[in-house]
């Protein structure tokens, strides 16, 4: 099968730390991004910290989606606190987009929710790059539940971003943080919540996504969980962060991506990407998640979804 007639949908989500750009405003790890990026020959990539990407005409925007190959971007606002917005980039060979959501309360960063309708399929499929609050576990539980809107009834999405914030599942259990080895006492009090008077890792953006409640299903599927348990593939569970920071213990599986169940169906593969480019471009390891974009389109029928955004 040739490159044009492959059957692979391959979605990256990334955090490249202040989008590449050093304190001494050089741009050598962007650089090293992209061509981390181009070379996953990605049709969707869901972006976080694009750090005042909106400046000057939103030029890094057009950069990045000029050096993935001519992608449609997507780029979220900027608060007044923090300068580092979500993207969204999309293929226009494969990816039509229709409509345009910014998803700005209760949330600290807001959510870039492009909806596309991919080319061969009837109905459209809702995108969105996200990035959790890093330092208030109460206020990403508020976000997880404004993202469960993507995931009403009849709706089809992909969402991936940092959750600063763990898996709830119980096969990861082992995985958490050991807090009497953190360092970081600030990181201690962002990422752990009272549980019975004890103090126990963040796992509930998680649970409110992917868990199931009083027999029922889940709003998202997690595809590294999908991956490792429906599709058998070694090493969807990695962690991704922090590879930099020595001083908040081991890195964990912070950066996730979720799918609609109909969606997560058609997943094939998912890879933590780790190479020298990447540990030398950001702190987050990237997330590729590859769909058969056949039984993607079949799953996008009129019947079984709707994808608007709430």
Known sequence: MTALESDDFRVVSWNVEHNGIGRDGSDDRWHLAMDVLAALQPHVVLRQELTRADMYGRRAVWAEAARLGGHVPFLASATPESANPTGVYVDPNLCEPTEYYEHTTGMWHPVCNPVVRIKGAPAKLSLAS?????????????????????????????????????????????????????????????????????????????????????????????????????????????????????????????????????????????????????????????????????????????????????
């Not at 599927?221 to 962060?241: D, K, N």
């Not at 912070?254 to 169906?265: G, H, K, N, S």
């Not at 890879?271 to 702190?283: F, G, H, L, Q, T």
Request: charge should be negative; include cysteine; glycine fraction near 6%.
């Open 130 to 310: 996200v990035h959790l609050c890093s330092f208030d576990p109460d206020r990403r539980v508020n976000e997880a539940r404004r993202l469960t809107t993507l995931g009403k009834p009849g709706m089809a999405a992909i969402i991936g971003g940092d959750f600063n914030s763990y898996p709830h599942d119980e096969s990861e259990a082992a995985s958490l943080p050991d807090w009497e080895e953190v360092e970081d006492r600030s990181h201690f009090e962002h990422r752990t919540i009272d549980s019975g008077g004890v103090r126990v890792s963040d796992t509930r953006p998680d649970r409110i996504l992917a868990g199931t409640h009083h027999g029922r299903p889940p709003v998202f599927v997690e595809l590294g969980q999908y991956a490792t348990t429906q599709r058998h593939v070694p090493g969807a569970l990695a962690p991704t962060s922090s590879l930099w920071r020595t001083d908040q213990g081991p890195m964990r599986r912070i950066d996730r991506i979720y799918a609609t169940p109909q969606v997560a169906e058609a997943l094939t593969d998912l890879e933590v990407i780790v190479n020298d480019e990447v540990r030398e471009a950001s702190d987050h390891l990237p997330v590729l998640a590859t769909f058969s974009l056949s039984r993607l389109r079949q799953a996008l029928s009129p019947s079984t979804t709707a994808a608007t955004a709430a």
